[in-house]
């Protein structure tokens, strides 16, 4: 069949037969149609083949077109591991296979195969590791093997983003459940948000037959889409997946490249149920596939899947799709139903009638293929004698497709990340979901309901409750449910003696191989997973956790509910780290003198939630404005606003205690009108904040905290508080206060204009001084301290006199030749000085010993947050240090996050580098290994293009070892 011969409409919903399109696959040119998928339109060229196993290479073509199996994995110019049965056609679009060798027509590796009694479950755990010293030989040879698709190393990254959606009720899934309660809702005046995976509204609707004549589906979808796509209250995203659910309805929504983080008062999640596969042997095959793919395959891309078809069931959806397969002309070979017959009598009525053969209480118990299994030619049927056990003679019958369905599985992941219990129903073979958060609902088949009507009215009950709930319509009435047939047959698994009897397609993990593993003990289904991989693949066991929880019940003589199913964790489906690292909406503030920088030309950049000047001049002049700014500070006076510095008013009786308990210097004896500096730690010992501690009372004590850290370092103090009880109050008045730090020799003969009621001498005055007074006539609390290593003074006065401070202190200093300086100057002011930035000089692992912060920890005081640990770390050999380092003026110039290296290995990194006008050289700090942080001591550093650097260590700092300048 060509691309361009289809089945007539009204098949086809997806496809535009008016826009051919021309690709490429493994090499060959085909055609398809704008709205075919990949796998669509290669079905559609009679190209069943599409990608090889992971273990054994066999031949694998679609099982669900639904994006629900590994079976469809190819590679595209830019992406490997694409979904062929999702990912859209495109013109001109190049395909190919992967994971394989030679072709995949002829992989070499298809021999891997044979040898599969030579690999049982879980013997990669068991024959790796010995002798000793033989993973480096098995290493090269199993990554060489491993891995599926090829990463393009030159991909350009793309724009992706996020939006954030607040609905009173989000629904998700848009079937016939999905669609009804989204419009009752609506109808009742709620702001509803509708999320469906596919690309069309109408889930089951869209493809599934349900009823003999063939009718219903079709105008009931029009009927419901048409009202939902009309409705002013219900905003649409198709092509999207709501990826995990998190506390109080939080969904994140992935559609195309933007991630939608959603808020939902309500959330109903209609999300249907997954086909299930029965176990036989050579049921991977190309051409057999759920009975749901076939009808995908003809309702949506009007393709026909076959010439001569064997259909295998568990339910009456068997039947219904031998119809649909009949009418498109398809020949039915035969129905095979594993159950005795039909819930409805007159499906078996209808198929004889059309000459159907029927084989009731039977199975496919092997799938025949072609030379080199390219594809399905037949199977061999056989009565079932019992569970999981067959006749031992059967019926062989030719065939080019199978169709098969076992039951269905609720798609309960999203619902047991809310917290909701799987609890299996024998009578109906089938789990049912519990024990869900009130303010989540569940409707359709995902609740156990399958018949047309009865899935409709649970959508309208689930409506009506969360009507009620958010107080737009009365508690209703319950609707009424009819009894319905079962629709999963409870033992669809038939073990054959020659294996190859498929539980889970993307591991190629067979029935032998779940049994062992209970065998070796691993009973747990939690720890079959893990031993055996079962449902570890891209599928996430959507058609394995059923079979394997039933063999695991079986083989430890535990029912189905004891034995469950393994956690489901976020995501529902596979996601690109670009949708998360994709532009992000942060809150934005601006300091009280914002106006005042963007007057004097700073170009601004974020800090945290802040925008801060980094200098003041045009972006191509960024080195001359900031050694500019920089020898300016350093030869007369400068002024930066330091707003963002975090603020934590702490009073009361218990101050001085709370602060000796987080911190690690002492404050208990800090006499009034003096500072300290203030370094915190976690219980692990790790260095996660510092700043300035002033005390201005006896009971009365300001601290200052990083820009990116203050809200962080509030929450401790709360938080600790809360279990110490001490009697004191903490304040964040970062924002209530404004900042500026006057620096440079001149800035005292600066501050003495405007200061009248501060004695400012060296001797009343000194260095880590703290004292209240006005700078002209504003209240204000004086600091003398030195981040940039000069004499300086940080004046903190409430923001609303924030422009009034600039505009004095500018006034006052223009005799002075007086400039504003940035960030980034302020930052290599400081790293002249060594002074460490927390975060950026530090990680989540740095402890004091590493950043030479020994002299900042109270020896004597009998306990700190961390102290232990501290303690710990310091009696074990340092593994790393943070040095500093220097190179010639004109050498390459490392970038923070280059590599330092030891011989042939990593030692550490740089974390801050600039180059340094004041002294003539490059100058940064980088972790290193202990051997290497000596000075003097040359260490090599890699910067960009592969080029080493060989850097000198020096002792820190590298400005006024003396502290001379900042005691002026």
């Not at 509708?194 to 079709?218: C, H, K, M, P």
């Not at 009931?220 to 048409?226: A, G, Q, S």
């Not at 079932?384 to 098969?404: E, F, H, K, N, Y």
């Not at 009950?461 to 508690?475: D, K, R, T, V």
Request: one cysteine or more.
């Amino acid at each position: 069949m060509n691309a361009l011969s289809r089945l007539p409409a009204p098949m086809g919903l997806l496809i535009d037969r008016e826009q051919p399109l021309r690709f490429s696959f493994d090499g060959s040119d085909y055609q398809g149609y704008a709205g075919d998928s990949i796998a669509s339109a290669l079905i559609g060229n009679g190209r069943w083949l599409l990608s090889r196993s992971f273990k054994y290479h066999r031949p694998r073509g679609p099982l669900s077109m639904a994006g629900q199996d590994a079976n469809s994995l190819v590679q595209l110019p830019d992406e490997p591991n694409v979904l062929a049965d999702l990912h859209a056609l495109s013109d001109g679009l190049r395909v190919e296979g992967q994971n394989y060798a030679g072709s995949l027509m002829a992989d070499r590796d298809a021999y891997l195969g044979k040898f599969s009694r030579f690999m049982p479950v879980g013997f990669y755990y068991r024959s790796f590791y010995k002798p000793k010293g033989m993973w480096k030989v098995w290493e090269p040879l199993i990554r060489k093997k491993a891995g599926l698709g090829v990463l393009d190393l030159d991909f350009k990254p793309q724009y992706y983003d996020k939006a954030y959606l607040f609905v009173d009720l989000a629904v998700i899934g848009a079937g016939p459940a999905g669609l009804r309660a989204a419009l009752d809702a609506a109808n009742a005046g709620a702001k509803v948000l509708l999320v469906e995976q596919q690309t069309l509204l109408g889930g089951s609707l869209n493809y599934a037959r349900f009823d003999i004549e063939g009718v219903r589906a079709a105008a009931l979808r029009r009927e419901l889409v048409e009202a939902v796509e009309g409705h002013a209250n219900i905003q649409i995203l198709k092509d999207a997946t709501c990826n995990a659910w998190f506390t109080e309805n939080y969904l994140p929504v992935i559609q195309h490249k933007r991630l939608y983080k959603v808020r939902a008062t309500r959330c109903i999640v209609a999300s249907g149920s997954f086909d299930q596969p029965v176990v036989f042997r050579n049921n991977d095959l190309p051409g057999i596939l759920l009975t749901s793919a076939a009808q995908r395959l003809m309702k949506l891309y009007a393709v026909k899947p076959g010439q001569r078809a064997v259909v295998l069931t568990g339910n009456d959806d068997g039947y219904l799709a031998a119809l649909d397969l009949q009418e498109q002309g398809v020949s039915v070979a035969a129905v095979v139903d594993l159950r005795a017959g039909p819930a409805d009598p007159r499906l078996a009525a209808e198929l004889s009638r059309r000459g159907i053969a029927q084989h009731p209480g039977s199975t496919v118990y092997e799938a025949l293929h072609e030379k080199g299994m390219r594809h399905v030619s037949g199977v061999e049927i056989r009565r079932i004698s019992g569970q999981g056990t067959v006749a031992s003679d059967g019926l062989r019958l030719d065939c080019d497709l199978l169709c098969m369905s076992a039951g269905y599985m609720p798609v309960y992941q999203l619902l047991c990340q809310a917290g909701g219990k799987l609890a299996y129903e024998e009578p109906r073979a089938e789990f049912a979901i519990s024990g869900l958060p009130v303010e989540l609902a569940i409707a359709g088949s995902v609740n156990g309901r399958h018949a047309l009507d009865n899935v409709l009215n649970d959508g309208a009950q689930a409506a009506a409750q969360a009507i009620a709930a958010l107080g737009l319509g009365p508690q209703p009435g319950l609707p009424a449910f009819h009894r319905e047939a079962p629709v999963n047959f409870d033992w669809p698994i038939f073990p054959h003696p020659q294996g190859k009897d498929f539980v889970d397609f993307d591991e190629d993990l067979q029935v032998r191989d779940i049994v062992n593993a209970t065998r070796s003990g691993y009973r747990d289904v939690q720890l079959v997973k893990r031993f055996s991989t079962v449902g570890m693949g891209p599928s996430q066991g959507r058609h394995s956790a059923l079979p394997t929880a039933r063999l695991v019940a079986q083989a430890t003589g535990r029912s189905i509910s004891e034995t469950g199913v393994t956690t489901a964790r976020p995501p529902f489906q596979a996601e690109k780290l670009a949708h998360v690292a994709g532009r992000a909406f942060d809150p934005y503030r601006q300091t009280p003198m914002h106006r005042r920088h963007l007057e004097a030309g700073a170009k601004m950049m974020p800090a945290g939630i802040w925008q801060r000047p980094a200098y003041y001049g045009k972006p191509e002049d960024r080195e001359r404005c900031m050694q500019e700014e920089a020898r300016h500070v350093r030869e007369k006076v400068g002024l930066i606003d330091v707003s963002t510095l975090g603020g934590l008013d702490v009073r009361g009786p218990d101050a001085a205690e709370l602060l000796e308990r987080l911190y690690t210097f002492g404050f208990a004896k800090l006499p009034i009108g003096r500072t300290r500096y203030a370094l915190m730690t976690n219980e692990h010992g790790v260095v996660i904040d510092d700043g300035v501690c002033a005390r201005l009372g006896e009971r009365h004590f300001y601290v200052t905290a990083t820009t990116s850290g203050v809200d962080r370092i509030y929450q401790q103090m709360l938080k600790w508080n809360a279990q110490w009880r001490l009697n004191v109050d903490i304040t964040n008045v970062t924002a209530a206060l404004a900042a500026v730090n006057l620096a440079g020799p001149l800035s005292r003969r600066v501050l003495e204009k405007v200061c009248a009621d501060i004695d400012l001498s060296a001797a009343a005055f000194p260095y880590l001084g703290v004292r209240c007074g006005t700078v002209a006539d504003i209240p204000a609390r004086v600091l003398r301290v030195g981040f940039v290593g000069e004499l300086g003074y940080e004046i903190h006065v409430p923001a609303r006199f924030a422009e009034r401070l600039w505009d004095v202190l500018m006034e006052a200093g223009g005799e002075f030749a007086i400039r504003p300086f940035g960030v980034e100057t302020q930052r290599l002011l400081r790293l002249e000085k060594g002074h460490v930035i927390i975060s950026q000089d530090t990680d989540g692992m740095t402890h004091p010993g590493e950043i030479d912060m020994q002299w900042a920890i109270g020896r004597k005081k009998p306990f700190f947050v961390g102290k232990r640990s501290v303690e710990i770390l310091e009696a074990q050999p340092l593994k790393r240090k943070l040095v500093g380092f220097s190179l010639p003026q004109g050498s390459a110039q490392p970038l923070e996050g280059h590599l330092v290296l030891d011989g042939a290995d990593i030692s550490g990194n740089v974390t801050s580098c600039e180059y340094s006008q004041t002294l003539g050289m490059i100058i940064g700090l980088a972790y290193v290994g202990a051997a290497q942080s000596t000075p003097g001591m040359q260490i090599p550093i890699r910067v960009e293009g592969g080029q080493v650097v060989r850097a000198s260590v020096v002792q820190l700092p590298f400005y006024d070892p003396q502290n001379q300048r900042q005691e002026l």
